[in-house]
Structure formats: C-alpha cells, structure tokens
T-cell receptor
C-alpha cells in the first residue's frame, strides 16, 4: 500500500543553519506530495506541494522537489530561524488531488538562537 | 473566510466511557470532511471521511464511529473508550481542487 517515511526527530539546529528533512514515499501511480507544518499549539498548515515529477514546491524559504526516480520529497531551507521551530509532516495523496492524505510520522524541528 | 473549529482541545476520559468530539466548518458549503488520529510517535491516520450529509466512509476498523448530521458538522463518537483510543484527533475539510484545512486538534487521554 501507499506509505510515507520521514526521518526521525527531533532535529536541533542553530539559527541560520541549513535544514534538510528527508521524506520518501511508496505509492502506485502518480501521487501528489505535500509538506504540512504544525506550530506549537496550532493545527496543521499546508507549507508547500508538488503535483508531478520534477515539480519544486516552495514557500517561506522552504523548498522540496518531487523526485520520482528516488521516490523522495526532501524539505530544505537555507537558513532557519527560531520561528521555524515546529513539527513538519510529509504527506501524499494517491488520488492525485487533495483527498485521503497519507502522512509520515512527523519530524520535530527545534531552532536555537 | 473559512474557519474550522474543534472542541474540546483536551479531554481525559476513563476506559469504558463514551466519547463525542465535534467539528464545525464556517464560511463554505458542501465541504469534504475528515477525521484523523495521531497516536504517539506515529503519523496521522485517516479514520473517516464524508462527502455529504449522512455519507460516512470508514478507512480502518476500530472502536469509533462518525456522523454528519448537518452539512458543516462532523462528529466523532465512541460508546465505550479503550486505552488504545488515546491520541491526537484532527478534523479537516476541503473542497475539490483545494488543499485540506485542519482544526487545532483534540488531545484525548484515556485512563
């Protein structure tokens, strides 16, 4: 079946460090891929998305590229801030749309000044 | 603008007690509605989804049920809670071609 695997956290970084959170997936067909973020005390928010191979999603300085050959959608940011501290979820939608999301376990990021 | 409300934010219940979690959406009509659960150390798992009033699809067999008595109301229930029902429950909504929007979640602890 379809599944998403994320690197385990917590990830602890200093401010302005480079961030990578790995995400790989298993799916039949051509899923859409997403990164959601959950800030402390809040619900999940869509961070970025990619709907086909080689698409790059970007938002708030974060980027992720849909790599079909490696079945990956790694999240990157060149310079993290304390305000980026949150839990990040990778997800896929096998329907090709936004329904029936399958999530990874989430990766907690802590950024220190 | 559209908003989604979930309550309560936290809940502590004894084993064997009933459960009712409520979710309402404002500012849209005919949304798709979803209930997810996140057990400790695991990802979010889709429990139920609904494409209309009275239409409920269950993704996994479990001790829970869902109902949609009104267009923008989605209720998660149980007659007798189990320890394994502990977790973080999230309600979400979307419309065709739009991303899912999530509520703030309910943390449920079973004692």
């Amino acid at each position: 079946g379809n599944s998403v695997t994320q690197m385990e956290g917590p990830v602890t970084l200093s401010e302005e460090a480079f961030l990578t959170i790995n995400c790989t997936y298993t799916a039949t067909g051509y899923p859409s891929l997403f990164w959601y973020v959950q800030y402390p005390g809040e619900g999940l928010q869509l961070l970025l998305k990619a709907t086909k191979a080689d698409d790059k999603g970007s938002n708030k300085g974060f980027e992720a590229t849909y790599r079909k050959e490696t079945t990956s959608f790694h999240l990157e940011k060149g310079s993290v801030q304390v305000s980026d501290s949150a839990v990040y979820f990778c997800a896929l939608s096998s329907s090709g749309g936004y329904n029936k999301l399958i999530f990874g376990a989430g990766t907690r990021l802590a950024v220190h000044p | 603008s559209q908003t989604i409300h979930q309550w309560p934010a936290t809940l502590v219940q004894p084993v064997g007690s009933p459960l009712s979690l409520e979710c309402t959406v404002e500012g849209t009509s005919n949304p798709n509605l979803y209930w997810y659960r996140q057990a400790a150390g695991r990802g979010l798992q889709l429990l139920f989804y609904s494409v209309g009033i009275g239409q409920i699809s269950s993704e996994v067999p479990q001790n829970l049920s869902a109902s949609r008595p009104q267009d923008r109301q989605f209720i998660l229930s149980s007659k007798k809670l189990l320890l394994s029902d502990s977790g973080f429950y999230l309600c979400a909504w979307d419309r065709a071609g739009q991303p899912q929007h999530f509520g703030d979640g309910t943390r449920l602890s079973i004692l």
